[in-house]
């Protein structure tokens, strides 16, 4: 099957610091990523459709200016953590939606980000 | 919306015994159903999903899905567990948006004890 993959799988940086986390598509293009975040014990909530070529949609609540999202290729979509704090430790995941479409998305294997 | 709900945060069966996670879906629409299985500190591994056709999906690992209209229901379903199947175990839907975003269940720990 279609294989996701993300760099780094973990990341620790000091407060205030910014970071770039990045979502591959393998073996196919895809014109649409999303990103997700994953607390300690919860579920995955969607915070932004990366659509190639144009600007995320964030969901309401996520902070655009501090989760900047890039997908300049179609297989590939970044997503920066600017200014990080202790609260934006997570687990972020993307996915990736073939193209052509299909129902399946591919999720990669998610990035561990602690802020100290 | 499209939404799911899960039913259990927290199942625990014997090895060998039935496995059954609830998940029930809320749309106006035939929805797509998914489940997904994480493993811990991993990504997300589909197990099976629902796109209209048959009612019952049949996934990896021997695990299935009965989709059941009348009961708005989606529950995931395997005839032994094994120790293996420890897990985080997520219910999901496709929007209708022209993103298809999918939405997930708060997720139901399974435990397997021996």
């Known amino acids: 099957g279609a294989v996701v993959s993300q760099h780094p799988s973990r990341v620790i940086c000091k407060s205030g610091t910014s970071v770039k986390i990045e979502c591959r598509s393998l073996d196919f293009q895809a014109t649409t990523m999303f990103w997700y975040r994953q607390f300690p014990k919860q579920s995955l909530m969607l915070m932004a459709t990366?659509?190639?070529?144009?600007?995320?949609?964030?969901e309401q609540g996520v902070e655009k200016d501090k989760f900047l999202i890039n997908h300049a290729s179609l297989t590939l979509s970044t997503l920066t953590v600017t200014s990080a704090h202790p609260e934006d430790s997570s687990f972020y995941i993307c996915s990736a939606r073939e193209v052509p479409s299909t129902d399946t998305q591919y999720f990669g294997p998610g990035t561990r980000l602690t802020v100290l | 919306a499209q939404s799911v709900t899960q039913l259990g945060s927290h199942v625990s069966v014997s090895e060998g015994a039935l496995v059954l996670l609830r998940c029930n879906y809320s749309?106006?629409?035939?929805?797509?159903l998914f489940w997904y299985v994480q493993y811990p500190n991993q990504g997300l591994q589909l197990l099976l999903k629902y796109t209209s056709a048959a009612t019952l999906v049949k996934g990896i690992n021997g695990f299935e899905a009965e989709f059941k209209k009348s009961e708005t229901s989606f529950h995931l379903t395997k005839p032994s567990a094994h120790m293996s199947d420890a897990a985080e175990y997520f219910c999901?839907?496709?929007?209708?948006?022209?993103?298809?975003?999918?939405?997930f269940g708060s997720g139901t720990r399974l435990s397997i004890r021996p």
């Open positions: 999901a839907v496709r929007t209708y948006s022209s993103a298809s975003k999918i939405i």
């Open positions: 749309s106006s629409v035939p929805p797509y």
């Open positions: 990366s659509n190639e070529g144009s600007k995320a949609t964030y």
